[in-house]
């Protein structure tokens, strides 16, 4: 059974930053990952997308700049660095892992991943 928890939201000010985690178990290979996040009310829209290697990284153009994926598979972990963060950024984010392929699609969505996290709550003060 797939297991995916995410860690590190948190209640920030406007302009600093978080750090969160995502860590699997259960996965037979090691794949592609991305963050999502949903505000209420709104969709689900994706953040960020990483390879299997980390070598390769895709944003959503409003945040591209501010937030960094990483990863290290050694300690079997995703990371999503947050800078100067906006009360918009507000929103729940969520950790996901693709069934078996090692690439970001070219257009990447939720529907390209199988495995979700709970969620980890960002919330930003003005």
């Known amino acids: 059974q797939v297991q995916v928890m995410e860690s590190g939201g948190g209640l920030v000010q406007a302009g600093g930053s978080l750090r969160l985690s995502c860590t699997t178990s259960g996965l037979t290979n090691v794949v592609a990952m991305g963050w999502f996040r949903q505000a209420p009310g709104r969709e689900r829209e994706g953040v960020s997308c990483?390879?299997?290697?980390?070598?390769?990284?895709s944003y959503s153009d409003t945040l591209k700049g501010r937030f960094t994926i990483t990863r290290d598979n050694a300690n079997n972990i995703m990371y999503l660095q947050m800078n100067s963060l906006k009360p918009e950024d507000t929103a729940m984010y969520y950790c996901?892992?693709?069934?078996?392929?090692?690439?970001?699609?070219?257009?990447?969505?939720?529907?390209?991943?199988?495995?979700w996290g709970q969620g980890t709550q960002v919330t930003v003060s003005s």
């Open positions: 996901a892992a693709r069934r078996v392929s090692v690439f970001c699609p070219t257009s990447w969505s939720s529907g390209d991943f199988v495995y």
């Open positions: 990483i390879s299997r290697t980390g070598t390769l990284t």
